[in-house]
């Protein structure tokens, strides 16, 4: 992994924990509840990706600092953030944007460095994008945003899909992981700007 993809990788990895630490905040948790809820969020899925993809020890167990950004992002969140109510309501959905775009091509990036094809690429991306996340909202008692009508795993297939094409194509490897994180970034912002939503699977209306 390149200087710069790394530095991405850890970047990722402190959106995501400031992700489960707001969330660990709105439902009142303790400061070991933060981080738990912190670390599952922001290693959960790049942890299924390499047990599935047998690069193991995981990548956070090989490497510890992982790990430190995650108690330092929920250190500064302890202090900088007192209450939840004074957070912004986009804040949240916003920062898992981002660590959904991150994660999605870094997830995609590895499968292909591996040799395997476009198609397994997707999904690894997919799993490292909304795993964390999946396990967050279990742990808080929710339905995963991933089952629910948000245009939240739709974004993360499409920006592995361009990911992967781009690197079909060709084009320099910085400039594929540009295009997969802006694609599902803009996808993901303007379902929660406008509030898309995909249809919904109701039977009762059948």
Not at 28 to 54: E, H, K, Q, W, Y
Request: hydrophobic residues 55%; aromatic residues 8%; charged residues 15%.
């Amino acid at each position: 992994m390149s200087q710069w993809i790394y530095f991405f990788d850890l970047c990722g990895t402190a959106v995501f924990a400031l992700s489960g630490a707001l969330a660990a905040g709105r439902h009142r948790m303790d400061p070991f509840g933060v981080i738990v809820l912190a670390s599952v969020t922001a290693v959960g899925g790049g942890s299924i990706r390499d047990a599935l993809l047998g690069t193991t020890p995981v990548f956070w167990i090989r490497d510890p600092n992982y790990i430190i950004v995650i108690l330092a992002t929920v250190l500064l969140t302890l202090i900088f953030i007192r209450k939840p109510k004074k957070v912004n309501q986009y804040t949240l959905p916003v920062a898992d944007a981002l660590g959904l775009a991150l994660f999605t091509v870094i997830g995609a990036e590895k499968a292909l460095n591996l040799g395997l094809s476009g198609m397994i690429a997707v999904v690894m991306g997919l799993i490292t994008g909304v795993g964390g996340g999946i396990i967050r909202d279990l742990l808080c008692r929710q339905v995963p945003m991933i089952l629910r009508t948000e245009i939240y795993a739709t974004a993360s297939i499409f920006g592995g899909i361009s990911y992967t094409v781009a690197q079909t194509l060709g084009t320099a490897n910085k400039v594929s992981l540009a295009i997969g994180m802006v694609s599902a970034l803009v996808i993901r912002l303007a379902a929660i700007k406008w509030h898309l939503k995909l249809p919904a699977f109701d039977l009762k209306k059948t």
